[in-house]
């Protein structure tokens, strides 16, 4: 039993039954046990918010409505991004969220933790906020939902000197919002997937550090991100959600391990399963031994996530960027397109720096507020982009050469 | 010297158009005639000296004043 | 009267210090991990949620994953790093559709972990796939804030996927499904969530003009960076009445000028709902990336349990696992049978609405390369 009593919420509880982890249970959790925490002689300076929250979202539930007003404050010093501002309009009613500004902490590279780092985490914002958490947001970072404007800077200041104050193995910085860099991220890789074709914690990792004032001074167009994945599967949606998107593939021959293959052809049907699926037909398999036409092979990797003890990537490894992918707004949606098929893996951290800021330069000189780089590009034409970047126009960029012959010869026409 | 004075100059005139309400830089070195490059460095330092603020729409970035700010953030937090 | 003398928070004395970024990933791995990193040889899965790997030294590590409801109290963190101490030397990670890890090398702890999570946190234990055999358990579903903490949804992200997930957990807890079937939700079409190339997608839709209230606008609003603001230009200035004008023909109900001015919500009861779009994907395997397409342009916020929601992806989910063939994702089973039997067999209605009529994706986007499949 709890002496803590928390509002009446009808609606919010039938969230609480069925099997599925319910984060009504969550809210009620951190505003019984922060109030507890608070009697107990813990310090904390945002009581009442996760029972504020409970109120506001049972009124949403009830009027099928939202009661957030947008901030634009991020209040931080030296920073430009990494705080959404939230107003309640119900600031009366509810003065404990009348504020309750969200603040996005950088991850580390592919989300792994040492708990001694979280739980400094939750020590801190225990105090400083709501006690309100997402693991993660969409964009990666790691979400502390809900805090007022004077005590951003002191939670800042918490993760600034989470390894002094709060015995974290390091500190935590903010991450992106607005018109920055917004924070990189990148799948598991080479920690732990054999698939991965170059090191996508370290390329996400050297990224974020060398564009820290990118990423916390806005002066863009309009936000850009980067992500890493370390394989063609593309775990961390890069293709369709960043700017940047760095895909692991190879050049040579899918790796066989023969004698595997006749182990998984005990168990599966290698013919309907893997050779049949094969999109260009590449494979054949006699019963004795796979054979791949690597000439033929797009590196769609089916028949390696199908047998991945018997086929491997190749050796000559490296990566495929893709840029302009983005949601639909305003445009329309965009799967980012081939900007460069291929950049070996030992060249790749630096080619893309050197890629990355020819575009930011090109983009923060032409880009109109609010254009995302794929629709400048629409604009402009690839022809100017591959100016830009440097690149040869390939094949490999396009499904098909264009249709219609209105091309736009400005060389002859200067 | 001259160099100096006009940067002072057209740092009190960045300030001013600010002061009216928060700004793309982009457009403002538009309506400045000055090099977007070269408005991004005054206004980082005005950011810097505490004149000149962020404020966030939380998918795009303006700048005001301090004072702007604050009026802003006061008009939308009440009801 | 004499002001107490506040005593300063450490946090409020210590001396500012930026751009340090995040800490350096090396320091966030167990040793098994940090010792074999870049040297795994194969993956096998033992049952669902749980993925043993080998690494070319021989080092086995099991991968146990569970699934969150991403809005976590700290003291539920708490609780999973307890969870990380006992089993996992202190080490976990979280995937990037919102479940935990935690890394075993003992097999006979995998029982007992996955029983302590269910007990002291009720995380279900699942989310994997095995793609030897083609069997595919369904992944957490990404989402947004919603009415937890956004302005502009048109609808609850958290709730809506609470109701959904009730309603399919044995999809994840268990590998039922033909193929890889990945969901997500954003609240607005802004879509942080980025739903636009998921399996199947709830986005939450406004569909009528914001609401201008002159005198809230008057009041909050600046009036210029307002007008500014709207993608369409269908915003302009009324200095007369200091206020703004808005062409309602042009407007699609983007909430941007929400953002910029209070004054004018965009939010509407009775209006707003959800659209699910299917058959987006994203990797490379078999068929090439793809974007989502609309199949419902409209669904009624009902909360708190989304029941038509709810219902729509069960049966979009369920025919399709029913029909599709081994490793036939959404979008390759409707290519195989065309959206003719896909509305026939799901019987859902095909409208008007599900017509493109918005003209701003230009034409040429259609013949670029979205894939990194491609012969050298
Ligand atoms: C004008 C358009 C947009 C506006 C005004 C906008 C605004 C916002 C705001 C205010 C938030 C914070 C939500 C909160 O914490 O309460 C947010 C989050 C986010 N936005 Fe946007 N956004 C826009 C477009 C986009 C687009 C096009 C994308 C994707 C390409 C995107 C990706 C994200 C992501 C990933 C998050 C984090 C969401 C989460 O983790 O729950 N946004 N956006
Ligand atoms: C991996 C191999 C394949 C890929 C990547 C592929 C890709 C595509 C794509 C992208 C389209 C445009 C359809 C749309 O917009 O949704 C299409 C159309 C079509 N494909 Fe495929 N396809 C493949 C294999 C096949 C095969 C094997 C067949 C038949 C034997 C086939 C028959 C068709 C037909 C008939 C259409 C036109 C459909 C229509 O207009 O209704 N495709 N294909
Ligand atoms: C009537 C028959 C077919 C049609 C209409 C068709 C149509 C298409 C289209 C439109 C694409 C472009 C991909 C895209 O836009 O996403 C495509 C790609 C592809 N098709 Fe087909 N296809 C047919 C048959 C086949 C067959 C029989 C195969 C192989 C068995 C095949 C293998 C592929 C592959 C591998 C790609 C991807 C090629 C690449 O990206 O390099 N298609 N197909
Ligand atoms: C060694 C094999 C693989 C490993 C270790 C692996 C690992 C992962 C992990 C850890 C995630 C995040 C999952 C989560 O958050 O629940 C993920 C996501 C994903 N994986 Fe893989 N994966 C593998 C193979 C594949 C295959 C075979 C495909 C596709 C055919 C694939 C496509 C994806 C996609 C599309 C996502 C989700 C991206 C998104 O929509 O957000 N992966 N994978
Ligand atoms: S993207 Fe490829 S390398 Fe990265 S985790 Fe997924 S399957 Fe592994
Ligand atoms: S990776 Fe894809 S294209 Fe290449 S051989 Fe395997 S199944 Fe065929
Ligand atoms: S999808 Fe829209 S409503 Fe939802 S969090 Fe993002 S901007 Fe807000
Ligand atoms: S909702 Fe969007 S399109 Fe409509 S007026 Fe506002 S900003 Fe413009």
Redesign the pocket.
């Known amino acids: 039993m709890t002496d803590v009593e928390l509002p009446e919420t009808p609606l919010l509880d039938e969230l609480e039954k069925g099997p599925w982890p319910s984060f009504v249970k969550e809210i009620k959790r951190a505003a019984i046990e922060q109030e507890k925490a608070m009697k107990a002689g813990k310090k904390i300076k945002l009581p009442g918010a996760a029972k504020g929250l409970l109120k506001v979202l049972e009124l949403a539930y009830k009027e099928k409505r939202t009661h957030w007003k947008h901030g634009g404050i991020v209040a931080v010093v030296g920073y430009g991004g990494g705080v959404i501002g939230r107003y309640c309009d119900l600031e009366d009613k509810v003065p404990e969220v009348w504020h309750f500004h969200t603040m996005r902490i950088n991850m580390p590279s592919g989300w792994f933790y040492q708990t001694k780092a979280l739980r400094a985490i939750c020590d801190a914002w225990e105090k400083w906020g709501s006690g309100l958490t997402n693991f993660h947001g969409s964009t990666g970072d790691i979400i502390l939902l809900g805090t007022r404007t004077e005590y951003l800077q002191p939670m800042a200041n918490a993760l600034a000197y989470l390894d002094k104050l709060y015995g974290s193995p390091a500190p935590f910085d903010i991450g992106g919002s607005g018109s920055d860099l917004r924070t990189p991220s990148a799948c598991m890789g080479p920690a732990l997937c054999e698939f991965a074709c170059y090191d996508t914690l370290k390329a996400c990792y050297e990224f974020t550090m060398r564009y820290q004032n990118e990423l916390h001074r806005p002066m863009w167009p309009y936000k850009f991100k980067i992500k890493c994945s370390g394989c063609p599967n593309d775990c961390v949606a890069a293709k369709a959600r960043s700017d940047f998107a760095i895909i692991g593939t190879w050049k040579d021959e899918i790796q066989i391990d023969q004698e595997a293959v006749k182990e998984y052809a005990k168990v599966i049907d290698i013919e309907k399963q893997v050779v049949k699926k094969c999109?260009?037909?590449a494979m054949s398999w006699d019963g004795k031994e796979l054979k791949i036409d690597n000439r033929e092979c797009?590196r769609c990797m089916h028949c390696i996530n199908v047998m991945p003890k018997a086929l491997k990537p190749g050796k000559e490894r490296g990566a495929t960027i893709l840029i302009g992918g983005k949601a639909p707004f305003v445009d329309g949606a965009i799967i980012g397109w081939v900007a460069i098929p291929f950049i070996p893996e030992n060249e790749l951290i630096e080619k893309c720096c050197e890629v990355l800021e020819a575009i930011w330069e090109w983009w923060d000189e032409e880009g109109k507020f609010r254009e995302r780089v794929g629709e400048l590009i629409w604009r402009k034409g690839m022809d100017e982009f591959l100016k830009v970047i440097n690149q040869k126009a390939d094949v490999r960029m396009v499904?098909a050469p264009r249709n219609n012959p209105f091309i736009f010869w400005r060389e002859l026409n200067q | 010297m001259t160099e100096e004075v006009n940067k002072e100059e057209l740092k009190q005139k960045v300030l001013e158009y600010l002061a009216k309400k928060p700004w793309q830089v982009r457009d403002l070195a538009k309506v400045l005639r000055v090099k977007k490059r070269e408005l991004d460095k005054i206004v980082q330092e005005l950011i810097n000296e505490g004149k000149a603020a962020y404020w966030s729409s939380g998918s795009t970035t303006y700048v005001t004043t301090k004072d702007k700010l604050e009026e802003m953030e006061k008009k939308r937090s009440g009801t | 009267m004499v002001a107490q003398e506040v005593e300063k928070e450490p946090e409020e004395t210590v001396e500012i210090k930026t751009d340090f970024g995040p800490p350096h990933y090396e320091i966030m791995l167990h040793p098994i991990i940090k010792k074999n990193y870049g040297k795994w040889k194969y993956h096998e899965v033992v049952r669902p949620g749980v993925i043993k790997r080998v690494a070319e030294s021989g080092d086995v590590l099991y991968v146990v994953r569970f699934g969150s409801p991403r809005l976590l109290s700290v003291y539920t963190v708490r609780d999973i790093c307890d969870i990380a101490d006992k089993y996992s030397d202190g080490y976990l990670r979280f995937t990037s559709r919102h479940n935990v890890e935690f890394f075993l090398t003992d097999p006979d702890k995998i029982e007992p972990l996955i029983q302590e999570v269910q007990e002291k946190l009720g995380f279900p234990c699942g989310g994997t796939w095995d793609a030897t055999k083609g069997e595919y358990g369904l992944s957490n579903i990404v989402h947004t804030q919603g009415w937890v903490h956004c302005h502009t949804p048109a609808t609850d992200a958290s709730g809506i996927v609470k109701s959904v997930m009730d309603e399919l957990y044995d999809y994840f807890t268990d590998h039922k499904l033909p193929a890889l079937c990945r969901i997500s939700l954003a609240c607005c079409a802004n879509m942080c969530g980025a739903v636009h190339a998921s399996d199947i997608s709830m986005v939450g839709v406004h569909r009528k003009i914001p609401k201008i209230d002159d005198d809230a606008v008057r009041r909050t609003c600046e009036i210029p960076s307002t007008v500014a603001a709207c993608p369409t230009g269908a915003l302009k200035p009324d200095m007369k009445r200091k206020t703004v004008i808005l062409d309602k023909d042009k407007c699609m109900y983007c909430g941007n000028c929400y953002t910029m001015c209070p004054g004018m919500p965009i939010f509407d009861p009775e209006n707003d709902g959800v659209a699910v779009l299917v058959a987006g994907k994203i990797s490379d395997a078999r068929?090439?990336p793809?974007l989502s397409k609309v199949v419902v342009p409209w669904l009624p916020n009902n909360p708190p349990r989304w029941p038509e929601v709810v219902q729509t992806v069960k049966k979009i989910l369920e025919t399709w696992a029913t029909h599709a063939e081994k490793y036939e994702r959404i979008a390759e089973w409707v290519h195989r049978i065309g959206w003719e039997r896909f509305f026939e067999l799901t019987g859902l209605e095909f409208t008007e609405k599900l017509i493109d009529d918005y003209k701003r994706t230009p034409y040429i986007y259609a013949s670029y390369?979205?894939?990194a499949?491609?012969?050298w």
Do not use: L, V
Request: positive net charge; proline residues 14%; aromatic residues 22%.
């Open positions: 999109p260009t037909g797009i499904y | 068929y090439p793809q390369r979205t894939s499949a491609f012969r």
